[in-house]
């Protein structure tokens, strides 16, 4: 799934929770999350509340080895960021809010552990992450975009560092690095301000290295009370030793066989050490250690080995001793806010937290006998599991459940098979099932009839292991070059069968194996290894396990695009009923028979065999014998078209009902249930969120608890289940709300678009209210002659109007119905990064919500965005990089080839300029500055001809030119706009009907957009400019140059769609047009060859301009008069293109017309009220070289006219005050629009 293609996935995870063997721990600085890693790769998120209650709440996957360390990446509260990373090198950066990987890397090494490191470069934070591992330095690395900058290495004996400590000095501004090598030698290394600094990969060496004989070292920390003692722990003793000169104060050795792993100062006079069975102890330190005491360092030097500091508590794990397959993980966190707990927590492989809040009082009891903590708390992933109610539902559970146990059967391998919408399921028993899909997602999620059926959806079950099944396998997915039929599953029984798919029998069995089977894997065509990649899907289900010895979890990906295609190409492929002929019936039966009737190299995949199975009965009624035959064959494959439906809606129906925010207006959800078909959730649905390089983070189904927990503290009130059921997902983060909005918007126009858009009705062709029984005859369907009823006009009408309120409820009124306390509002650079997604019903969607997000939040809100994103803008814009937009000035941060900060730098221009272009007043001129230097950068050859940031450019100078055009170069612009439509028509005419646009048609659709906008915000600037083109290419043809410049040729290229935008502009601002009559005639001219007006008329070649009356046409001398608002009327010769001035009139001219026979013209000016006649050179000389002369014009008569007043002072009516009809050759009659006639003679 690539990362920018909109996927969401809904999780299924069945009763059974996944197995969750911690390896490390983490506590944010807010006590509020606690994250543990595990062996298997994934991060478990739980919430934990001031009560020190714990609940799992997501779940993040990505990484694929076992991870090692966790730590904080970011200081402040409102961004918490952690950083992972694993044993293969693999480094991540989560956003702990949402699950999002915000960065991800992987280095050759793998690292052990990783501190946070934040410092000041004067006003700005710098964050860092101190990393050591299995490589003998310690890597400083960027805490935002995971890049090594610079590391600290030993001169003397490098070695692999076992464990490192930061010394924070308050008094200078220099930190120490204090380590200990895995041979026992303590380093120490000084950070100052200059060495933060650096970015060049320059080592740092070590100030000083000491041998202090520490075998073994589990880890090593620094006292922050006294400041002046460092506790290392080793694994068969822990010494406490002076951080100032690193000498001895104490070594306390282990008693019996245990081992220490780790610890920690709890105060400044005591420690708590534990070891590596989960065992705690909390030791009193002598007063040797103790700086405030005078007794303070008192045996240095002397051996003094046997004195054991008092044990003040000692903290045993749980009684009940379980075997653990790897020992605990335990680590100690202070809080850094009120309530200030001390917590000890612990990780075991069972997926267990334990929590010890460690008092600051010792006990007052004698210390002879130590007394024991009792945990605080405790819980598992599946204890909260079981404490659900309803329980977590699996994807087949309702076909699971055996009469006797309570515990369905459990799922442990499985594929989906796109094509046909089915998954296939083996399960403990060694049964396999097969069955639709959404079908059995809708009966997990929805509530609906199908809760009433037993046995629902209808399936199929193969029988032949004996045991388990492990794995399954289709081949045909993956190479075609396998039959269609055939499904391949391997057992814990040795044995591999081979069943053929549609008709359930088994085809082969072999027991050739000495072992159960663990993987069935088609082999490569070329043996190379590369797999042909299926093309999208809009709905996969994919069986996922933390761990081998898991059932199966599923998880459905929605592919909203590929939905949105799927939709858009069915519409466009409506069958005409009357159009099936018998011919067509007979080739499809064929294929249906080799099971080859899925077209699934096209993009909707369905099994269209229900479709041709349903016309043959009707058609083939009266052909009894054929009929008979037909069932009986259909009885011998039992064809798995038990349950008729479609695809496509039936994944959309699933999507929406999941997404919709039910209960908030009880009327759209009545349209919402009855008119359009969904169905209400009744449980809260795990969704999923995808991010970077596939690496997602999937909700728990005990999500809501801690969801629950969270907006009861927000509203200030007791919350039940029912508050979250069908409307929680818009409160879990404001990433989830941004998918999911977008999601449902983008659907809901689609669906909105689409006739017979409803999910009940016959074409979902729902099966008979009963499977029916093989041989029985199917319900008879209605035959294709009568339509089904949905197709009257009033319930389509309902059916769009009910899309419609859909999309607008999501889009404006969430945050209002929602009030928020509930609602996480969209996340703003997200749908920027969408301004311009590549499926247009996406983007329109994205565009309408950061619209309605940024008037949501108001000109502060607006203005904090701004300042925000102000700063990722590229100061120099003349030096673009070809990647993308990533220069900053030379004080900057150096330029980051890091993926996160180039998508900053292109949002950042996206979310100023939608700002800057619909509420210009708000950014002050140097951002637009820069803004418009970047949305004109793009015609230079940097950037790719048709990137999306360029796109983005097109589309945000068309919506805010007029805040733009101050800083512009117009005429820059729009000839760069020209040029990418040049070749609109073309690129337009062959795009198919759904499908996205290729990047040359999207940007044309965009330039052309863009100039329309241009045009009617601001019609002189763009009439003059393109005259200014038209003149300055006319001048050159005259001086007949012969080197052209570029422009011409994009002017040139650009004819038709000059043409289209003059169109749009004399329908919509006519007075504009008329205002610069002449220029737009220039360009006219220019435009439309002359030979052409001359054949077929200037009314069939652009009838739009005929519509002025101070535009007139004479065929027989094939010229043109256009009067201008100076009084002058302008003469051109269509053959030559020559244009000839003549002043007449001391106004505007009102009307204009040629005499029929071509030897007179007529022309009116309301503002002097006179209408003068000219006599027309029509001789067979003048009529070619002499129009330049202008003697040759004159004015042979001019009458004064009563003036005629207007309607009323309306604006376009000065432009229809009269015009002038001839009669005959030398009669003409100016026709008022009041009615008035007036007649002249010549």
Same mark, same amino acid.
């Not at 694994?235 to 282990?254: E, M, P, Q, T």
């Given at each position: 799934m690539s990362g920018n293609s909109l996927v969401l996935p809904i999780v299924l995870w069945g009763r059974t929770a996944p197995t969750h063997c911690i390896s490390s721990l983490l506590v944010m600085d807010d006590f509020s999350t606690i994250i543990t890693g595990c062996h298997d790769g994934q991060i478990c998120l739980w919430d934990m509340t001031p009560e020190l209650e714990i609940c799992p709440r997501a779940m993040l996957f990505g990484h694929t080895a076992s991870i090692t360390c966790l730590s904080k990446a970011s200081a402040c509260s409102d961004k918490q960021y952690i950083v992972s990373a694993s044993e293969s090198g693999e480094m991540c950066l989560w956003d702990v809010n949402d699950g999002r990987c915000i960065e991800f890397t992987k280095l050759a090494c793998a690292h052990t552990g990783i501190q946070f490191y934040q410092f000041s470069i004067g006003t700005q934070r710098e964050g860092r992450l101190l990393c050591n591992g299995h490589y003998p330095e310690i890597l400083v690395v960027d805490a935002t975009s995971l890049e090594v900058l610079y590391s600290l290495v030993s001169k003397i004996s490098p070695d692999w560092i076992s464990s490192m400590s930061i010394i924070r000095s308050h008094r200078t501004q220099e930190d120490t690095v204090v380590a200990v090598s895995v041979t026992g030698i303590l380093k120490v290394w000084i950070i100052t301000a200059e060495v933060s600094r650096m970015q060049d990969l320059d080592p740092v060496f070590e100030e000083e290295s000491k041998p202090i004989y520490c075998q073994g070292c589990q880890s090593i920390s620094f006292c922050t009370f006294t400041q002046s003692s460092l506790l290392v722990v080793c694994?068969?003793?822990?010494?406490?030793?002076?951080?100032?000169?690193?000498?001895?104060?104490?070594?306390?050795?282990?008693?019996?066989?245990?081992?220490?792993?780790?610890?920690?100062?709890?105060?400044?006079?005591?420690?708590?050490?534990?070891?590596?069975?989960?065992?705690?102890?909390?030791?009193? !330190? *002598? %007063? =040797?250690? !103790? *700086? %405030? =005491?005078?007794?303070f360092r008192i045996d240095v030097g002397k051996t003094k080995e046997g004195a054991v500091p008092p044990l003040v508590y000692s903290i045993a794990d749980r009684s009940d001793k379980q075997l653990l397959i790897c020992p605990p993980v335990t680590r100690f966190f202070f809080g850094r806010r009120e309530p200030f707990h001390k917590l000890l927590i612990q990780g075991d492989s069972a997926g267990r937290l334990s929590l010890w809040s460690i008092p600051d009082m010792s006990p007052l009891q004698p210390l002879s006998s130590t007394a024991e903590l009792q945990v605080s708390s405790t819980i598992s992933l599946q204890e909260a599991f079981d404490k659900l109610t309803p329980l977590s539902a699996g994807i087949i559970d309702q076909l699971s459940v055996t009469s006797g146990g309570n515990e369905p059967i459990k799922v442990t391998a499985s594929?989906?098979?796109?094509?046909?919408?089915?998954?296939?399921?083996?399960r403990e028993d060694g049964s396999i099932i097969l069955v639709p899909a959404t079908q059995t997602a809708i009966v997990q999620l929805l509530q609906g009839e199908h809760m009433l059926r037993r046995g629902w959806p209808p399936h199929r079950t193969l029988r032949g292991h004996r045991n388990k099944v492990t794995c399954v396998l289709y081949p045909y997915q993956i190479s075609p070059r396998y039959d269609q039929r055939s499904l391949v599953s391997g057992g814990v029984d040795f044995s591999v069968i081979v069943w053929d798919i549609f008709t359930g029998e088994m085809k082969h069995i072999f027991c050739v194996h000495g072992g159960e089977i663990t993987q069935l894997i088609v082999p490569p065509e070329n043996c190379s290894g590369n797999l042909p990649k299926y093309s999208h899907n809009s709905l996969v289900v994919q069986a996922m396990k933390t761990n081998v010895t898991d059932p199966d979890m599923h998880v459905l990906f929605f592919d909203v695009e590929a939905v949105i295609i799927q939709l858009l190409t069915e519409e466009a492929q409506r069958p005409n009923p009357t159009l099936v002929s018998p011919e067509t019936l007979q080739k499809s039966q064929a294929g249906a028979d080799k099971g080859g009737s899925f077209l699934a190299n096209k993009i909707f995949k369905q099994v269209k065999e229900t479709m041709k199975e349903t016309i043959k009965e009707h058609l083939l009624d009266e052909d009894e014998d054929e009929e008979e035959e037909m069932r009986r064959r259909e009885e011998k494959s039992k064809s798995l078209s038990l349950l008729e439906y479609n695809l496509t809606m039936d994944t959309a129906k699933l999507f929406m009902s999941c997404l919709h925010a039910w209960g908030l207006n009880g009327a759209l959800d009545e349209v919402c249930l009855n008119r359009l078909g969904m169905l209400k959730p009744h449980c809260p649905i795990s969704f999923g969120l995808i991010s970077r390089g596939g690496h997602m983070s999937l909700m728990l189904p005990t999500f809501k608890e801690s969801l629950l927990v969270q907006l009861s503290l927000a509203t200030g009130r007791k919350l039940s289940l029912s508050d979250i059921v069908g409307k929680g997902t818009y409160g879990v983060s404001r990433a989830v709300t941004t998918q999911h909005l977008l999601s449902v918007i983008s659907l809901a126009n689609t669906l909105m678009g689409m006739t017979n858009a409803t999910f009940v009705g016959e074409h979902m062709k729902k099966a008979p209210v009963r499977p029916p029984r093989p041989g029985t005859p199917e319900t008879p369907r209605k035959t294709s002659a009568t339509p089904p009823q949905p197709s009257n006009p009033a319930l389509q009408a309902q059916i769009k109007q009910g899309w419609s309120q859909l999309a607008a409820m999501h889009c404006v009124m969430l945050p209002d119905l929602l009030g928020l306390d509930k609602f996480r509002p969209p996340l703003l650079e997200m749908l920027a990064r969408r301004w311009q997604d590549r499926c247009l019903e996406v983007r329109e969607a994205a565009q309408a919500l950061l619209l309605a997000e940024l008037r949501r939040i108001g000109q502060s809100g607006r203005k904090d965005t701004i300042d925000l994103w102000a700063p990722y803008l590229p100061q120099y814009v003349d030096s673009v990089s070809s990647r993308c937009l990533s220069n900053l000035p030379p004080n900057a941060k150096k330029i980051s080839n890091s993926y996160e900060e180039r998508r900053k730098q292109a949002t950042a221009i996206v979310l100023l300029g939608v700002i800057g272009a619909e509420f210009g007043a708000e950014i002050e001129p140097p951002k637009g500055k820069a803004l418009t230097f970047l949305l004109l950068q793009p015609p230079s050859p940097k950037l790719p001809a048709h990137s999306t940031i360029r796109r983005t450019a097109i589309d945000l100078i068309g919506r805010g030119f007029t805040v733009w055009e101050p800083y512009m170069d117009v005429s820059a612009v729009l000839m760069g706009l020209l040029e990418l439509c040049a070749d609109a028509e073309k690129q337009l005419a062959n795009i198919t009907m759904g499908l996205p646009l290729n990047p040359p048609a999207d940007s044309a659709r965009s330039a052309r957009h863009a100039l329309s906008l241009i045009a009617t915000a601001r019609p002189p600037a763009f009439i003059t400019t393109i005259a200014r083109e038209v003149h300055r290419y006319n001048a050159a043809q005259a001086n007949s140059q012969s080197q052209q410049n570029v422009h011409t040729t994009t002017l040139a290229r650009a004819k038709t769609e000059i043409l289209r935008v003059i169109d749009i502009l004399i329908e919509k601002m006519p007075g504009d047009v008329v205002d610069l009559l002449v220029e737009v005639m220039d360009i006219i001219m220019y435009c439309i060859e002359g030979s052409l007006v001359k054949k077929k008329?200037?009314?069939?070649?652009?009838?739009?301009?005929?519509?002025?009356?101070?535009?007139?046409?004479?065929?027989?001398?094939?010229?043109?008069?256009?009067?201008?608002?100076?009084?002058?009327?302008?003469?051109?010769?269509?053959?030559?293109?020559?244009?000839?001035?003549?002043?007449?009139?001391?106004g505007p001219i009102t009307a204009v017309s040629f005499a029929p026979d071509g030897r007179y013209l007529a022309t009116y000016s309301s503002a002097d009220s006179h209408i003068c006649f000219w006599q027309m050179n029509t001789g067979l000389l003048g009529s070619i070289g002499m129009l330049n002369s202008a003697p040759q014009l004159r004015c042979i008569k001019t009458y004064q006219v009563p003036p005629i007043q207007p309607a009323s002072p309306g604006s376009q009516n000065h432009l229809k005050l009269a015009w002038l009809v001839w009669t005959s050759n030398r009669n003409v009659i100016l026709m008022a629009h009041d009615g008035k006639e007036h007649r002249f003679m010549v």
């Open positions: 694994s068969k003793y822990w010494r406490v030793f002076d951080a100032g000169d690193y000498s001895l104060l104490c070594s306390v050795a282990i008693e019996n066989d245990q081992a220490w792993t780790g610890g920690e100062f709890i105060a400044a006079d005591k420690v708590i050490i534990w070891t590596e069975d989960g065992c705690s102890y909390i030791y009193k !330190l *002598p %007063a =040797s250690c !103790l *700086p %405030a =005491s005078e007794h594929v989906y098979i796109p094509s046909q919408g089915r998954l296939v399921c083996g008329g200037l009314q069939e070649c652009f009838p739009a301009i005929c519509k002025f009356y101070m535009v007139g046409y004479c065929d027989r001398s094939h010229r043109i008069a256009v009067g201008a608002r100076q009084g002058s009327v302008a003469l051109y010769d269509v053959r030559t293109g020559k244009c000839q001035n003549i002043h007449g009139h001391k």
